[in-house]
């Protein structure tokens, strides 16, 4: 979509992080909206919330925060360079690999943990049982 080809006026929240490549469907941006994990401006956004360009989008998905900045609007969704340019990232750098808890790994066909191996655990991640 050339920048001629951009729609005029606003364009809803949820369609516009989809064509941007934020979610992988629309439906998981809508599901984003609704459970209140996005933010424009720093209001709570609902799905079909508008947004023009110069909105601040905060954005909670796959374990991340992304702070988005939008330049140009787009209703459909376009190629990922294209995409790229319709926003200005501001996010937060992602924490590094070694600083991000691995959830324990089980050997295939381990079944499940004993009552004594779920205590430990449990004890290791800092869960506190009464």
Not at 63 to 76: F, H, I, Q, T
Not at 82 to 108: F, N, T
């Amino acid at each position: 979509m050339a920048a001629t080809d951009e729609p005029t006026g606003t364009v809803r929240v949820d369609s516009w992080i989809w064509a941007v490549r934020l979610t992988k469907t629309r439906s998981q941006a809508a599901t984003a909206c609704r459970a209140g994990h996005v933010r424009v401006n720093g209001d709570r956004a609902k799905p079909a919330q508008s947004v023009k360009p110069g909105d601040e989008v905060r954005l909670f998905h796959a374990g991340r925060e992304r702070v988005v900045e939008v330049r140009s609007l787009l209703a459909k969704r376009v190629g990922a360079p294209v995409a790229a340019e319709a926003y200005v990232d501001k996010s937060p750098p992602p924490p590094p690999r070694e600083q991000v808890a691995l959830a324990g790994v089980r050997d295939r066909g381990a079944g499940r943990p004993t009552k004594r191996e779920r205590r430990e655990l449990d004890q290791l991640r800092g869960a506190r049982r009464s």
